[in-house]
């Protein structure tokens, strides 16, 4: 059973540019969850998606959107990169999405210069 | 609002004691409460959850206890190793399928 991939793992842009970042679900997961982990922080939930459709957003700005496709695999886009978006990116993927449960990836590492 | 409090913030212990780390949460609603363990530059792993409906539950040398009243869960490792060592994020769901963490303990076992 092969489990939460991402890609890139590392990547750096400079201010104003946009990114995207992949994300492939474990086998027979249909939720897929994105975080954001500062240096020395703990994960704080960008959004959800559920069904191609996003789920549940958290306190981040529309320049943060993001897709789910028909596999489940999903992508997180970011426009108009600032300094402050400088962080590990995480995908958890649940099997249900009603019981919670979420197994990350290992993340992307994105530097804003 | 929504807040998971997580306590100590670093924690060293010797071989084969034991670790403690304690979490509070704000939202009454919250039902699910995962603990993770995050390796330097790797992704959280999950590796032991309790739900609102059970008090305590043990994996191996895990366990994990939630108060429902006072809002609060542990996580208690025993007999650590020096493989134990690691960050260790509390975290608590919220409605649409969030899960808010704590700010995490890094954890020492020195042997």
């Known amino acids: 059973e092969t489990g939460v991939t991402q890609s890139p793992t590392h990547l750096i842009k400079t201010r104003g540019q946009q990114v995207t970042l992949r994300c492939s679900s474990q086998?027979?997961?249909?939720?897929v969850s994105w975080y954001q982990q500062a240096l020395g922080q703990g994960p704080q939930f960008i959004f959800q998606?559920?069904?191609?459709?996003?789920?549940g957003r958290g306190n981040f700005p529309p320049r943060f959107s993001g897709l789910q496709f028909p596999n489940y695999s999903s992508e997180l886009n970011v426009n108009a990169l600032e300094l402050d978006d400088s962080a590990l990116y995480l995908c958890?993927?649940?099997?249900?999405?009603?019981?919670?449960?979420?197994?990350f990836g290992p993340g992307t590492r994105l530097t804003v210069l | 609002g929504e807040n998971v409090e997580q306590h100590p913030s670093t924690l060293s212990v010797q071989e084969g004691d034991s670790a403690v780390i304690k979490c509070t949460y704000s939202d009454s609603a919250s039902n699910y409460f995962p603990w993770y363990k995050q390796e330097l530059g790797k992704g959280p792993q999950l590796i032991i959850d309790?739900?609102?409906?059970?008090g305590e539950k043990k994996d191996q040398r895990i366990a994990v206890t939630l108060n429902k009243t006072a809002k609060h869960f542990s996580l208690h490792i025993t007999e650590t190793q020096p493989e134990d060592s690691a960050v260790y994020f509390c975290a608590a769901s919220m409605q649409g399928g969030k899960l808010i963490f704590g700010q995490g303990t890094e954890l020492s076992v020195k042997p």
């Open positions: 958890a993927s649940s099997p249900v999405r009603q019981n919670n449960e979420q197994f």
């Open positions: 998606y559920y069904r191609e459709e996003e789920n």
């Open positions: 086998s027979g997961h249909n939720t």
């Open positions: 309790i739900r609102s409906n059970v």
